[in-house]
């Protein structure tokens, strides 16, 4: 079982940055691929970035990439999503969800989702 909590959302303006913490419990978060997803207004869910169990792989959106950074920390149970150049189309509720061996699968399944934490880029 692995439980996750988001923090780190809010407002901010155009071009601007937020970095947003997910904290994991349980001892198993370092076997557990994990990835960000968010849900705009309207819209689907869809992947924003992902990183494997190490560390060592990355994925990132089209959408996103040049201007997030995924990472994590396993010592802290801890992974991260650094945005920035933040643009009103980023907004969105951001959940963080892990799931056992899931990277670079076509149809990854996360077992563990957080609650979501809002992210609003004003323009």
């Known amino acids: 079982q692995v439980q996750l909590e988001e923090s780190g959302g809010g407002l901010v303006q155009a071009g601007g940055s937020l970095r947003l913490s997910c904290a994991a419990s349980?001892?198993?978060?370092?076997?557990?691929?994990m990835g960000w997803f968010r849900q705009g207004p309207g819209k689907e869910r869809e992947l924003v970035a992902a990183?494997?169990?190490?560390?060592?792989?990355?994925h990132y959106a089209d959408s996103v990439k040049g201007r997030f950074t995924i990472s994590r920390d396993n010592a802290k149970n801890t992974v991260y999503l650094q945005m920035n150049s933040l643009k009103p189309e980023d907004t969105a509720v951001y959940y963080c969800?892990?799931?056992?061996?899931?990277?670079?699968?076509?149809?990854?399944?996360?077992?563990?989702w957080g609650q979501g934490t809002q992210v609003t880029v004003s323009s």
């Open positions: 969800a892990a799931g056992y061996r899931v990277y670079g699968m076509a149809n990854p399944r996360y077992d563990y």
């Open positions: 990183i494997s169990w190490s560390g060592s792989s990355t």
């Open positions: 349980g001892r198993t978060f370092r076997a557990y691929d």
